[in-house]
């Protein structure tokens, strides 16, 4: 709580450093805000000039925006392009052909390299094998790997070929992969026998089995495996095949396949306020622009930079800043496999200094087990690394409290280096609410003001708009280019989500809280008004883990799963559960709640266990059997309860679930 109330009070502020500044693109507030007028007075031309500009288009478009089906906007619809092409392809006789496109650090340490050029002909070589196992434009391609080289190319060879990936991240369940490859219709599944973390060897192909043993993906004909480690796994006969077998005799001349700037580049599954994960569908050209130009003004990328973007590649953070943005820029970037905390809770400072990392970009929860770790430890604070290559410093997933923000101020950047608080979310692409390095004054714990271009607003229910200081929600007024662009498989859905009636239908619901400051409008955000959790800046539907808990039939009769604020993962979930048996206590309760823990696990991914888990013999209901959840979520506080308990049909009940196992 303390940091929510430093937020309202927070008056720090830190203007850019000069050396920031310094031959930026961006370099001042003042050209931030020609480039917001430029948007304001000629929308389309603004985004069509910078299309033109940021991509190669091998059919140029005459159309920037269609906006007669609203929302299902359309951008720069009569164009073709390869994202492929333009990530790779384009750096080909220029001085990026040559430099480093990748470095890969394995979890045991060890390093290699990759250059633009090598990278084209391994992408290139895998988009051969693809085709060679019938893969076509349009198909879809469910990818489950580690973080790795072949990640990417996977991701890049399907994008060079049209056809359309869904990466799962490599921590999801096999129930969790069978929904998405069935909802995807994915006609291949690209993954790893093992993949390494921590100096743990975990199995991915033995979960793709059982996925596919489930049922229901008869779509499926091939799956393709690479193999991380020397240890065997099982492959099916006809179906399944090793990257060495695919790859053998396939050459690296592969013309990439021109799409419709609006042909789906990807379907990423995310959690909403339902119980089903949303596929949310992004389109080639609008999305390609805009991880091509963050890179530009969020980060300010530079020839002479590298680059970290610590977010697995099953996120879209990783999507965006790992597998497109950097490569589309032309930039040299890090790609880790392992995690923060192995060998030792210094690994990330280790690897800045090793890799002269000088734009740095992770999660605060990352950075928040960190802290902790070296107040514990001080062999692992970074002051015991040379961090001088850092340049900028970014922070993604979750709202970053101050406290945070200055610790990663002063002892990652030194003091010197700008501290880029991002918003954004699946559905917008990439970065819609941040700092410009060179140009904006930042304030701890805000993520400051929208990109150019960006209309965004907070009101409130039907859509009015709120004066700076009056808490409300976040909406985005205009459509931007990398938006998402339906709801795979369930466009009505994608209607109701993010474009309430009430508000008139045009307009962008993004599904959290905002406010913005009296003096500087900086918006700040204070969390999802839906209900969903963020927990370790992963994203978590309460109902998902609602119904995972209750598909336990033998067990749970009822479950409501809440957040509570937590000082390392951000948020924590909290089941309230009544079984199909008398109320357990003492061992029995614990030994029951690591059985269903245990059962999250398998239903949606170790990331979905309950922190806590709580039984009663009902749930705090009002008479007419609503859940009242705004109770629930002070017990899980551990909170008094003020609140009025009179409408509560059985407000005993409130004791028991007060009680820890
Ligand atoms: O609640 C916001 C939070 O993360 C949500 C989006 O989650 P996801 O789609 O998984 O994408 C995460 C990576 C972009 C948002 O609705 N969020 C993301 N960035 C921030 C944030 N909350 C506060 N500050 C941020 N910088």
Known sequence: ??????????????????????????????????????????????????????????RP?????????????????????????????????????????IVFEADDGQVTRVTYRELLDRVARFANALKAQGIAKGDRVVIYMPMSVEGVVAMQACARIGATHS?????????????????????????????????????????IDEAIAMGGCETVRSVLVYQRTPTECAMVEGRDRTFDQVLQGQGNDCPPVPVDAEHPLFILY??????????????????????????????????????????????????????????????????????????????????IERHQVSVFYTAPTAIRSLIKAAETDDKVHPRNWDLSSLRILGSVGEPINPEAWMWYWRNVGGERCPVV??????????????????????????????????????????GKDLPHGAGGML?????????????????ERFKKSYFPEEMGGRVYLAGDGAVRSEDRGYFRITGRIDDVLNVSGHRLGTMEIESALVAKTDLVAEAAVVGRPDDVTGEAVCAFVVLKRPRPTGDEARQIANEL????????????????????????????????RRLLRSIAKGEAITQDTSTLENPAILDQLSQAN
Not at 475 to 491: A, E, F
Not at 605 to 622: C, H, S, V, Y
């Open 597 to 628: 823990r245990n059962w999250v696990a398998k239903e949606i991914g170790p990331i979905a266990k309950p922190r806590d888990i709580r039984f009663g013999e009902n749930l705090p209901k009002t008479r007419s059997g609503k859940i009242m």
């Open 270 to 351: 995310t959690s909403g306020s339902t119980g089903k994960p949303k596929g949310v569908q992004h389109a080639t050209g609008g999305y390609l622009l805009w991880a091509r130009l963050t890179m530009e003004w969020t980060f300010d990328i530079r020839p002479e930079d590298v680059f970290w973007c610590t977010a697995d590649i099953g996120w879209i953070t990783g999507h965006t800043y790992v597998a497109y943005g950097p490569l589309a820029a032309g930039a040299t970037q890090l790609v880790f496999e392992g995690v923060p905390t192995y060998p030792h809770a210094g690994r990330f400072w280790e690897m």
């Open 167 to 207: 990466v799962v991240f490599g921590g999801f369940s096999a129930k969790a992969l069978n929904e998405r490859i069935i909802d995807a219709g994915a006609v291949a599944v690209v993954t790893a026998n093992y993949q390494m973390r921590g100096g743990k060897e975990m199995p991915l192909k033995a979960i």
């Open 421 to 462: 608080d991002t918003f954004w979310q699946t559905e917008t692409g990439g970065h819609v609410i941040t700092p410009l390095p060179g140009a904006t004054p930042l304030v701890p714990g805000s993520c400051t003001l929208p990109l150019p271009g960006i209309m965004a607003a907070i009101v409130d229910e039907t």
């Open 475 to 491: 909406v985005i007024k205009r459509p931007w280019p990398s938006m998402i662009r339906t709801i795979w498989n369930d466009p």
């Open 61 to 101: 478009f005459t159309r920037t925006l269609d906006e007669s089906n609203a929302p299902f906007y359309r951008w720069f619809d009569d164009g073709q392009l390869n994202a492929s092409a333009n990530c790779l392809d384009r750096h080909m006789g220029t001085e990026v052909e040559s430099r480093t496109a």
């Open 1 to 58: 709580m303390t940091s929510i109330q430093s937020v309202l009070v927070e008056n720090r502020v830190f203007p850019p450093p000069a050396a920031a500044s310094q031959g930026a693109r961006i370099p001042s507030m003042e050209a931030y805000q020609a480039l917001c007028r430029e948007a304001e007075q000629d929308f389309e031309g603004f985004w069509a000039r910078l299309a033109r500009e940021q991509l190669n288009w091998t």
